[in-house]
C-alpha cells in the first residue's frame, strides 16, 4: 500500500462535477408541497395577535400550536423555540409555516397575514446589555453564560510586575455564506417523519424532532443529502428548519420543502459572534511577560444556541500559543435582541487569535524586539501546561514552524525594509496559531459518546456506517482512506453513503476538526480488529470512543486538558496598502501547519486554501453591521465574500508530526486555515501603516482613520 | 393585467410607448433582481413590459465623423469586443459587475437606472455624451447631464425610448480611470474616478474630470477645468487648492452600509490630487 | 399569461408554453428538470445558475423567457457529453478544484465560455472571468490551477470552434 497522503479521486467528484449531484433544492417529490416562514419584523416583542386570513383548500398554516412535544430547541440550554410562541426576541425570528402547492399563492397568503406586536425594549449591543438591570432576555441576567478560570498565582505575578501593556479588540459578525442556501423537505409516510436536507448533523436533527414532536425515535429518520457548504452555518439551524419541514409534512401528509432563500439566509440564520477582547499583560523588570488578564465578552443573540461552548474555545484560546505561567481570564456571551450568534469554522478561535496576535506585537513593539523572535520566547512546548493547565504530552513544533515560514516568505528581510521604508506601504506580518481538535474537554466522552460501525459483507465490500457528514471536506473519501489503507484492501471496495440515522450510529455532529482525528481513528480500530476477522463472512463492528487516559478534564473549574489534542500553525501575509485609497493589495500568502499527517494531500490543499480565504474574507472586507437589531449587508450584493480576483497564490507547507492517537498520525485541519488568516493580515497592515490595528475587518475607512488619526499623533 | 411586449421592431416598440404605461426592460440585470419574488416564482411586475434589448436596430455602433455613436441596447461586452471603441471608453466597462452582468446588462439600462454610482455615467459626463430619445412623434438629442436629474431619476417620459448614444471623439493625450469598491470584482462603487486631458508639451489643452458615486448625480466641474484650461503643467500645484475647493463644495457623498461620508469625501480629493500632480505626464 | 418561445436548448430545439417572465433558472430546474444549473442567490452576484446563451455566459436567474427567442442556451447537462468536458473536468480533478460541488457546474460553464474565447489565457484573465463566480471552499486558486492546466491539456480543442 502506497502513502496514505497520496491523493485519490474523490468519490463525490464524478456527480459534483457534472451537475448530477442532487441537492435538497434539486429534487421534487410526487405531490410535494412548499413552505415559506413567516418571520418577526419585530427585534422585541409580545405578539398580542395574528390575523390570518381564509386559506385556500390544500393550504396549511403550520405554528407552535402544532408541536406536539416541546416547543424548545434542545441544544445547551432550553431557551429557543422552534416557533415562536407569544413573543419574539429577533427580527427573523420565525412565527409560522404557510404551506401549500403553489408558491405565488403563499406568497399571497403571507402577506395578508397580520401579526400585532405589542414593542418591548430592545437590548441592541454588547454594551446595552451590560446596562441591562431589568428584561433581562434570558433568566435574570444580561449573559448567558459567565465563565472565568485561572492558572498560577496572578496576584504574586502582578505584585512583582514593573508595568502592564493594554489592549481592546474588536472583531465582527461573519456570514458563512455556503453556495447552498439552508434548505430541507420533511416527509410524512407509513406513520414515520423522514427529514432529508443540508446538514452536518443529521443526529442534532433528530434530536430536534424527538424533541418537538415527543414521539419515539424510531418513528423519525434523518438522512443527510449532498451539502453545499456548512462552515458551522449548518451545525445548529438545520435543527430548527428540520423540524419546521416534519411538522409541515405531518400537518399536510405530503412532502414538504423548505428552501431558504439567500436574502433570508443571511440575516436569520447563525452567524460568527461578534467579540469585545481586553488583554492585559503583566511585565517584569527583566522584560518577560509574567501574568495575562483577560476579559471576553460576546454578543450571543436572542437565544443561548451555541455560545457557551463557543465561548469556551474562545476563552481556551485567548492566550494563543504563549506559555503564560499566571492567567485569569473571564468571559462572558450577551443576551442582545439581534440574531443568534453561533458556529462558524474556528468556532472562537478566530477572535481569540486576532487579539492575542496584535497584543504580543504590541508587546514586542514596547520592549523594542522582534515580535516572532518574542513570541518564540513563549511557544508551548511538550511538557508545559495549556492555558487551563493541561499537560501538553506530545511534541509541539512551534519552533519548527516558525522558522520555515519565516524563511517560506522571507519574513526577516521584509520586515526590516518595510519598516524603515516610508515612500511605500508595504507590510507584513506573521500570525502563530494553534486549534483544539475534537470536543472541548472530555466532551467527546461526556456529551457525544461517538459511535461508528463498520460492516463487512460477504463479497469484497466494506461499509462506514458514521454520522458524520460530507461538507465539501472530502469526508466521502477520506474515511475511505483510512478504512482501505487500515484494512489492506483497495479502496474501491470501501462503501461510504450519505449518513442515514435508520442505519448510522451517533458518530456526533461534523464540526470541532474531529472528523478525521476523531471518527477516523474509531473506524481505524474498527479496521484493525476487521483484519483480524477478515476470513468471517459477513459481521460488524462498532466502536465507541473512549476517553484517553492520559488526559483529564474539570468541566466545573475548567481545568486539564481542554481538548484531546491540537494542530499548529503560521501564516505570513505580505500586504501593500495604496495611499490614495487606502484599499489592499495583498502581495503573498503563506502557511505552515502541523496536522500530524495528511490523509490526502490535495483534500488538505483544498482546505488550506478555502480556510485561508476565508479567515482574508473575515479579516478585511466582510462587513456586516447590525443596526436596530437587523443586518444591513442582507444579500450577496452587499455581503461581500472574496472573488477570484482579490487574493493572489498561497504558498503552503506542512510539518511532519505524526499524533500517535490519529489514524495514521492526523489531527484536525478543518478550521485552522481560517484561525490563523486574519491576524497575520492585520499584522501586515499595522506594519505598513505603522498604526494600531484593534478591529477587524480592517477595510480601506479603517485604515484612512488610523492613518489620519496618525497625523495628530 | 401586466403585460409583456416583445415589438417586432423600434417602431412598433415607440407605438406601445405611446398607447400605455411601461417599463423598458433591455438586459434586465438590475430589473430582474429589483423584483424578484420567490425561486420558482415568476418576478413581480405591477406595470407591463416592453422589451428592447432584441431590437437589432439599437444595437448598432457606428462611426461617424468623429462621432461614436452606440445603440441603447447595446450590451456592455459587445461595447468591449469592439475594436473601434477607445480604450478610455471601455475601461470604466471593463470593471463593471462581472463578465456574465456585461453580457446581458446594456449600456441605455445603466443610463435608464441613473444610479449615482452608475459606472459608465462618469465617463459619459466627462465626454460631453448625448442622448438620443425617441417618441412617436418626434426624435431629439439631450445632454446626459440634464438627462439624469437625481438619483434614479431622469427626464425620460412615458412615451419615450432612450435610442442611441453619440459621443464626440478626439485623441485624448491623457485618460485615467479608477473604480474604488469594497473588493477587487463585482462590486458597486463607492467612488469612481475618471478624467481625460489633452495638450502639448507647453500647455494643457484641456481636462476633463467626473466623480461618481459621491453625489446624487456625477459631479463636473466647469470652474475646475476652466482652472486648468491652457495652463502650464507646472502651475497645477499653484491652483491645486483652488480646484480642490470647487469639486470639494460639489461633492455631497453619504455613509450608508458600503463606505462613510468622510473616506468618500477624502479618496476623491486625493484621487482628483494624485490624477493632477502625478498622472498627468506626457 | 402563457405564450409560445422557440429556442434550442442543448443542441434540441423546443417550444414551450411559459409566462414570458419566468426565469430561465426556474425554465430549467421546475420545467425542464435540469437541476444542474443551481439557484445560489437570485440577484446574479454568485454565478452558481450560469449557463450559455448564445455561447456567452449568463446568470440565468437574470433572463427572463422573452429574451430565449431563438436564442441557444447550454446547460452542464449539454455540456457533459464533450470532448471539452472531459478534458476540463479531469483537470478539476486534478488540480483538487471541486470540494461541495455548489459552484462547480457554474464555474465549468465559465471556464468554458473563457476557453472558447480565449484558449491560452494568462492567471489573470482566468481570475477576470471568474470574477462572478463565487466559492466558498476552495478558495479559487485550484480552481484558477484547473483551467491553466485544462488549456495546456486541451491544445487545440478551444482553438477551433466545434458546434454541438
Known sequence: ?713 | MVKVYRPLNLIEALDIRNNENTIVFAGGTDLMVKHREWSGAVPKFSTSLLFIGHLTELQTINIDNNSLKIGAACTLAQILNDKRIPDYLKLPIAQMASPSIRNMGTIGGNIGNSSPAGDTLPMLYALDAQLTIQSKSKTYAVGIEDFITGPGQNLLKPDEILSEITIPLSNYRQYYYRKVGSRKANCISKISFFALANGDAAQIHEVRIAFGAVAPTVIRSFEAETLLKGINKSQISERLNDIKSSYANLLNPVDDRRSTKIYRQKVSLQLLENFLLKELVW | MLNMINFKLNGKNINLKIHPLKRLVDILRDDLQLTGTKEGCGEGECGACAVLLDDKLVNSCLVPAALLEDKSVLTIEGYRNTEKFKVLSACFEKAGSVQCGFCTPGMILAAEALLRQNPKPLEGEIRAALAGNLCRCTGYNLIVEAILLAAKEGEGLWSKSIDL
Not at chain 1, 519565516?406 to 508595504?426: D, G, N, V
Not at chain 1, 485609497?581 to 488550506?608: C, F, H, S
Open chain 1, 1 to 713: 500500500m502506497g502513502n496514505i497522503s497520496n491523493p485519490v479521486k474523490r468519490f463525490d467528484f464524478d456527480e459534483k462535477v457534472d451537475g448530477r449531484a442532487q441537492y435538497c433544492a434539486d429534487i421534487k417529490l410526487e405531490q410535494m408541497l412548499y413552505a415559506k416562514t413567516l418571520r418577526s419584523e419585530k427585534a422585541r416583542a409580545k405578539i398580542a395577535s395574528i390575523e390570518i386570513p381564509h386559506l385556500p383548500p390544500g393550504y396549511f398554516i403550520v405554528d407552535q400550536n402544532d408541536i406536539p412535544g416541546k416547543n424548545i430547541v434542545p441544544i445547551v440550554y432550553e431557551d429557543q423555540p422552534f416557533l415562536a410562541p407569544n413573543r419574539v426576541n429577533y427580527i427573523g425570528e420565525p412565527i409560522l409555516l404557510v404551506v401549500g402547492p403553489d408558491k405565488p399563492s403563499i406568497l399571497d397568503i403571507l402577506k395578508k397575514i397580520k401579526v400585532n406586536y405589542e414593542e418591548l425594549k430592545p437590548v441592541l449591543s454588547i454594551a446595552e446589555a451590560q446596562e441591562l438591570q431589568e428584561e433581562y432576555i434570558f433568566a435574570n441576567k444580561p449573559c448567558f453564560v459567565e465563565y472565568a478560570y485561572s492558572k498560577g498565582n496572578i496576584a504574586e505575578a502582578i505584585k512583582n510586575s514593573k508595568f502592564f501593556i493594554e489592549d481592546e479588540f474588536r472583531t465582527g459578525y461573519q456570514e458563512q455564506a455556503y453556495l447552498e442556501t439552508q434548505s430541507m423537505i420533511g416527509v410524512y409516510e407509513d406513520n414515520r417523519v423522514t427529514v432529508y436536507g443540508s446538514m452536518q448533523c443529521p443526529y442534532y436533527v433528530k434530536e430536534a424532532l424527538i424533541q418537538a414532536l415527543g414521539w419515539p425515535e424510531d418513528r423519525i429518520r434523518v438522512i443527510q443529502l449532498p451539502t453545499g457548504g456548512g462552515f458551522g452555518g449548518k451545525e445548529d439551524y438545520p435543527s430548527i428548519i428540520g423540524v419546521h419541514a416534519g411538522l409541515a409534512a405531518i400537518k399536510a401528509q405530503k412532502p414538504v420543502q423548505l428552501v431558504l432563500d439567500r436574502q433570508e439566509d443571511i440575516s436569520c440564520s447563525t452567524k460568527r459572534h461578534p467579540a469585545i477582547i481586553k488583554i492585559r499583560s503583566y511585565i517584569d523588570d527583566q522584560d518577560q511577560i509574567t501574568a495575562q488578564e483577560i476579559d471576553i465578552k460576546t454578543d450571543a443573540g436572542a437565544y443561548a444556541g451555541l455560545s457557551s461552548v463557543v465561548l469556551q474555545r474562545l476563552m481556551y484560546s485567548a492566550s494563543g500559543v504563549y506559555n503564560i505561567k499566571n492567567l485569569k481570564v473571564q468571559a462572558r456571551a450577551y443576551a442582545t435582541n439581534q440574531v443568534v450568534s453561533g458556529a462558524f469554522r474556528g468556532f472562537g478561535g478566530p477572535q481569540a487569535f486576532f487579539a492575542i496576535e496584535m497584543h504580543m506585537e504590541n508587546i514586542a513593539q514596547q520592549l523594542n524586539q522582534d515580535s516572532l523572535e518574542l513570541k518564540r520566547e513563549y511557544f508551548f512546548q511538550q511538557g508545559d501546561t495549556s492555558s487551563t493547565s493541561g499537560l501538553f504530552q506530545y511534541p509541539i513544533k512551534l519552533d519548527e514552524i516558525a522558522t520555515e515560514i519565516a524563511k517560506m516568505s522571507s519574513y526577516r528581510r521584509k520586515r526590516q525594509l518595510y519598516s524603515s521604508q516610508k515612500e511605500r506601504l508595504r507590510g507584513i506580518g506573521c500570525s502563530v496559531f494553534s486549534h483544539g481538535c475534537g470536543f472541548t474537554g472530555d466532551n467527546e466522552e461526556k456529551l457525544i459518546k461517538p459511535k461508528v460501525r463498520l460492516k463487512k459483507y460477504s463479497y469484497n465490500c466494506v461499509q462506514i456506517f458514521v454520522s458524520s457528514t460530507e461538507i465539501g471536506q472530502g469526508a466521502l473519501t477520506t474515511l475511505r482512506k483510512i478504512v482501505a489503507q487500515a484494512l489492506e484492501i483497495p479502496i474501491e471496495w470501501v462503501k461510504h453513503e450519505y449518513p442515514d440515522t435508520d442505519f448510522c450510529p451517533n458518530s456526533g455532529p461534523t464540526v470541532a476538526s474531529r472528523t478525521i482525528m476523531i471518527i477516523g481513528k474509531l473506524l481505524y480500530d474498527c479496521a484493525l480488529e476487521m483484519k483480524d476477522r477478515w476470513n468471517e463472512e459477513e459481521f460488524d463492528i462498532t466502536h465507541e470512543y473512549v476517553y484517553p487516559k492520559n488526559l483529564k478534564w474539570d468541566n466545573e473549574k475548567f481545568q486539564g486538558n481542554a481538548y484531546p489534542e491540537y494542530s499548529w500553525g503560521a501564516n505570513v501575509v505580505e500586504v501593500e496598502i495604496d495611499p490614495i485609497t487606502y484599499t489592499l493589495n495583498i502581495l503573498g500568502i503563506w502557511a505552515v501547519y502541523d496536522i500530524g499527517t495528511p490523509i490526502d494531500e490535495k483534500i488538505v490543499k483544498g482546505q488550506i486554501e478555502g480556510g485561508i480565504v476565508q479567515g482574508l474574507g473575515f479579516g478585511c472586507m466582510e462587513v456586516l453591521n447590525s443596526k436596530n437589531g437587523q443586518l444591513l449587508q442582507s444579500s450577496l450584493t452587499d455581503y461581500l465574500i472574496p472573488t477570484a480576483v482579490d487574493f493572489p497564490e498561497i504558498e503552503s507547507k506542512l510539518i511532519h508530526n505524526p499524533y500517535e492517537n490519529g489514524p495514521f498520525g492526523a489531527r484536525g485541519l478543518g478550521e485552522l486555515s481560517l484561525v490563523g488568516a486574519a491576524p497575520a493580515l492585520a499584522l501586515a497592515i499595522q506594519n505598513a501603516i505603522g498604526q494600531k490595528v484593534t478591529q477587524i475587518p480592517v477595510t480601506p475607512e479603517y485604515i484612512m482613520e488610523l492613518m489620519q488619526n496618525a497625523k495628530y499623533d
